[in-house]
């Protein structure tokens, strides 16, 4: 992993414990399956964003990291220790590295595109720029919501690790709560791709309805998914 610069961090968990909550709906393999699209839709974005320097993914699972590095990740290897003490494990690296910003990104945003990124990081950066003549303020927080305004889709800390990292419910509010703390530059910035998060069979048929171009979409459509979501 080369130094310095914006990195994106993906946490991901083990492929046979994805979205177990879509099971009325879909099977395990095929939960799998959706797991790995939406990967990829994130991928796909942070490829063509101009502002990401590298991608971290941060995994415990052997399958999952196998195929991260083939799509061209650096993975870090993280026992099974919970989401936010895998991203302090990732802040931590990134630090060493000496990076500067830290943009944590789940990997069930199927509806993501890379000029979603590079506003969001343009604003994020732009925000710190604005605040460095402020002695009080230094280091800069900017979170994004989902489409309930009450969990995170994507945080973005300079420097990594700035904050205590509170995903989980309620963890757009709590984010704020401790940029707030820490007596950070913090703003939220709400785009449309980047609020819907897929979680629940409401999710799908969300992503479904707003969906035109995503490797999400087509899997859910081939797998039948619109006539599964009828009596839900």
């Known amino acids: 992993m080369s130094a310095g610069g914006l990195w994106a961090v993906l946490p991901v968990k083990a492929w046979s414990e994805a979205k177990r909550r879509l099971s009325p709906i879909l099977s395990g393999e095929e939960r799998q399956e959706l797991a790995r699209a939406m990967l990829d839709d994130v991928l796909s974005a942070i ?40 991203l302090g494990t990732a802040a931590d690296e990134l630090r060493r590295r000496d990076a500067s910003t830290m943009l944590v990104l789940p990997i069930d945003l199927p509806l993501v595109v890379a ?54 419910d309620g963890s757009f509010h709590a984010h704020l709560r401790e940029a707030e703390r820490a007596q950070a530059a913090h703003a939220s910035v709400t785009l449309r791709n980047l609020s819907l998060d897929v979680d629940h069979p ?22 039948g998914a619109p006539s599964r979501l009828e009596g839900h």
Request: hydrophobic share 40%; net charge positive.
């Open 115 to 168: 000029g979603d990124l590079d506003q969001l990081c343009v604003h994020h950066l732009d925000q710190g720029a604005g605040q460095a003549g402020d002695s009080a303020a230094r280091a800069t927080v900017t979170v994004a919501p989902d489409r309930f305004r009450s969990g995170t889709n994507a945080l973005v800390c300079s420097p990594p690790g700035c904050i205590p990292f509170r995903f989980g």
């Open 47 to 86: 490829a063509g964003a101009s502002r990401i320097a590298g991608t971290l993914a941060v995994t415990a699972d052997r399958v999952a990291a196998s195929y991260l590095e083939r799509a061209g990740c650096e993975v870090l290897a993280e026992p099974r220790r919970g989401l936010n003490r895998a």
């Open 202 to 223: 409401d999710d799908l048929a969300e992503l479904l309805r707003l969906d035109h171009a995503s490797r999400t979409g087509r899997l859910l459509r081939r797998l």
